[in-house]
């Protein structure tokens, strides 16, 4: 099996154009390929997992990644998926999140000479002249098939600013300038971006001609890339002073029954005929399942020590009798106390952000919705003292968020 067929049966590839040549391509590790990350953040998100692990396979197998780090489309942003529009950002900000970004694809792919190659667009977007762009490549774009676009028709309803407009012209200009200055001949990107992603293809056939072989493939959906992204509202981050590894552990430990064997196919490197022996797995199989996938990919992010406390950790809490040393802590002091010498499951909960504010807190105590040491809590002003905590009490909301705190 090629490694393209290998990405099929993983479920990763959802559109391509010219799939014939994609195929002999990427088999035969002569595929020069981009994928983007615009740099919203200070680090990356497990809704990154798919790009990274694909570039990581496919330089496996003799292809070359380059990352483009959005320097220049940042500065717009993707509309994308998007209600409303993005904050803007400094062009400092902008160059620490690339920083970050590098760090944490080197866990990844091998950048150096010949192997991967990290480019930022602000080099050649931030120069360009808007007039001398729309001369050269504007008449290449009809409005009114951008309009048609998925991307923009979700905000149609409720505006888009002609300012995020242009990024679908801004992410088509990335590929034609990779394609002739860095002979990157391929694009891969979420499904989401497939209007953008076209745009660039077309853009390269247009201006250069019809022999000018610029492929495109998208992976997957963006209902799915989200999911993984985040959850309970908040991004799954890939630094581990954001999200640490016990954390990001027990997000892969808990996603859905009918999603662990899809997660494991697509983002793990277990081998194939490994994963088609679960394909059968039900009731508490899948648990082991999760076991596996949080495992695995903590590992690939955080390195197999980490891993392993993440997993000891995780066993104490839900099987008994492992060690708890590694759960994640928050250390509790004189002044987290009242004058009675006394702390409030709710102040606690406030302090480890397990909460937003003491009304959800009540309420989820009184829908029975959190425990003290396995045991429900029916008060909602339940205190403990500093004896009690002296020796380290656990609070858990729900069934998945929990935290030890100790003084």
Same mark, same amino acid.
């Given at each position: 099996?090629?490694? /393209?067929?290998?990405?099929?049966?993983?479920?990763?590839?959802?559109?391509?154009?010219?799939? %014939?040549?994609?195929?002999?391509?990427?088999?035969?590790?002569?595929?020069?390929?981009? +994928?983007?990350?615009?740099?919203?953040?200070?680090?990356?998100?497990?809704?990154?997992?798919?790009?990274?692990?694909?570039?990581?396979?496919?330089?496996?197998?003799?292809?070359?990644?380059?990352?483009?780090?959005?320097?220049?489309? @940042?500065?717009?942003? =993707?509309?994308? !998926?998007?209600?409303? #529009?993005?904050?803007?950002?400094?062009?400092?900000?902008?160059?620490?999140?690339?920083?970050?970004?590098?760090?944490?694809?080197?866990?990844?792919?091998?950048?150096?000479?010949?192997?991967?190659?990290?480019?930022?667009?602000?080099?050649?977007?931030?120069?360009?002249?808007?007039?001398?762009?729309?001369?050269?490549?504007?008449?290449?774009?009809?409005?009114?098939? #951008?309009?048609?676009?998925?991307?923009?028709?979700?905000?149609? %309803? &409720?505006?888009?600013?002609?300012? %995020?407009?242009?990024?679908?012209?801004?992410?088509? /200009?990335?590929?034609? /300038?990779?394609?002739?200055?860095?002979?990157?001949? #391929?694009?891969? !990107?979420? =499904?989401?971006?497939?209007?953008?992603?076209?745009?660039?293809?077309?853009?390269?056939?247009?201006?250069?001609? &019809?022999?000018?072989?610029?492929?495109?493939?998208?992976? $997957?959906?963006?209902?799915?890339?989200?999911?993984?992204?985040?959850?309970?509202?908040?991004?799954?981050?890939?630094?581990?002073?954001?999200?640490?590894?016990?954390?990001?552990?027990?997000?892969?430990?808990?996603?859905?029954?009918?999603?662990?064997?899809?997660?494991?196919?697509?983002?793990?490197?277990?081998?194939?005929?490994? +994963?088609?022996?679960?394909?059968?797995?039900? !009731?508490?199989?899948?648990? @082991?399942?999760?076991?596996?996938?949080?495992?695995?990919?903590?590992?690939?992010?955080?390195?197999?020590?980490?891993?392993?406390?993440?997993?000891?950790?995780?066993?104490?809490?839900?099987? !008994?009798?492992?060690?708890?040393?590694?759960?994640?802590?928050? =250390?509790?002091?004189?002044?987290?106390?009242?004058?009675?010498?006394?702390?409030?499951?709710?102040?606690?909960?406030? &302090?480890?952000?397990?909460?937003?504010?003491?009304?959800?807190?009540?309420?989820?105590?009184?829908?029975?919705?959190?425990?003290?040491?396995? %045991?429900? +809590?029916?008060?909602?002003?339940?205190? $403990? @003292?500093? =004896?009690?905590?002296?020796?380290?009490?656990? +609070?858990?909301?729900? &069934?998945?968020?929990?935290?030890?705190?100790?003084?």
């Amino acid at each position: 099996m090629g490694v /393209y067929e290998e990405l099929v049966e993983r479920g990763l590839i959802a559109q391509v154009t010219n799939e %014939e040549e994609i195929r002999t391509m990427v088999n035969a590790g002569k595929a020069k390929f981009y +994928i983007g990350f615009d740099c919203t953040a200070d680090s990356l998100t497990a809704g990154h997992f798919m790009a990274l692990t694909l570039m990581k396979r496919l330089q496996e197998a003799g292809n070359q990644p380059i990352a483009l780090i959005g320097g220049g489309t @940042t500065m717009i942003g =993707d509309p994308s !998926g998007r209600t409303d #529009m993005r904050k803007m950002l400094t062009r400092e900000d902008i160059d620490h999140n690339a920083e970050c970004f590098r760090k944490q694809m080197e866990r990844f792919i091998e950048f150096g000479e010949g192997k991967a190659q990290m480019v930022n667009n602000a080099d050649w977007l931030l120069d360009l002249n808007y007039v001398d762009v729309l001369r050269e490549v504007g008449t290449c774009f009809s409005v009114n098939n #951008m309009l048609r676009a998925e991307c923009y028709k979700q905000r149609m %309803e &409720k505006g888009l600013s002609f300012f %995020e407009f242009n990024y679908m012209i801004m992410q088509s /200009y990335d590929f034609y /300038y990779l394609f002739q200055h860095y002979g990157c001949n #391929m694009q891969f !990107g979420g =499904d989401d971006q497939w209007s953008n992603m076209l745009g660039g293809t077309e853009l390269i056939r247009k201006k250069l001609g &019809k022999d000018a072989h610029a492929m495109t493939i998208t992976l $997957l959906t963006d209902s799915q890339g989200r999911k993984m992204g985040k959850t309970a509202g908040n991004a799954v981050w890939l630094d581990a002073n954001k999200t640490t590894p016990y954390e990001f552990y027990q997000y892969w430990r808990n996603v859905d029954d009918a999603d662990v064997l899809k997660c494991i196919r697509m983002l793990t490197f277990l081998p194939m005929e490994e +994963i088609r022996k679960m394909d059968s797995w039900e !009731g508490s199989q899948l648990n @082991t399942a999760k076991e596996i996938l949080a495992f695995e990919l903590t590992k690939l992010v955080h390195g197999e020590e980490e891993a392993k406390k993440a997993q000891e950790a995780a066993r104490a809490l839900f099987s !008994g009798g492992a060690d708890d040393s590694n759960m994640p802590t928050t =250390d509790v002091d004189d002044s987290d106390f009242d004058e009675e010498g006394k702390a409030t499951v709710l102040s606690l909960m406030l &302090k480890a952000e397990m909460i937003k504010s003491n009304g959800e807190g009540r309420r989820l105590i009184q829908q029975g919705g959190v425990s003290l040491n396995d %045991e429900k +809590i029916k008060d909602v002003w339940h205190a $403990l @003292t500093k =004896d009690e905590l002296k020796e380290g009490v656990i +609070i858990k909301k729900g &069934k998945k968020i929990f935290r030890k705190f100790k003084f």
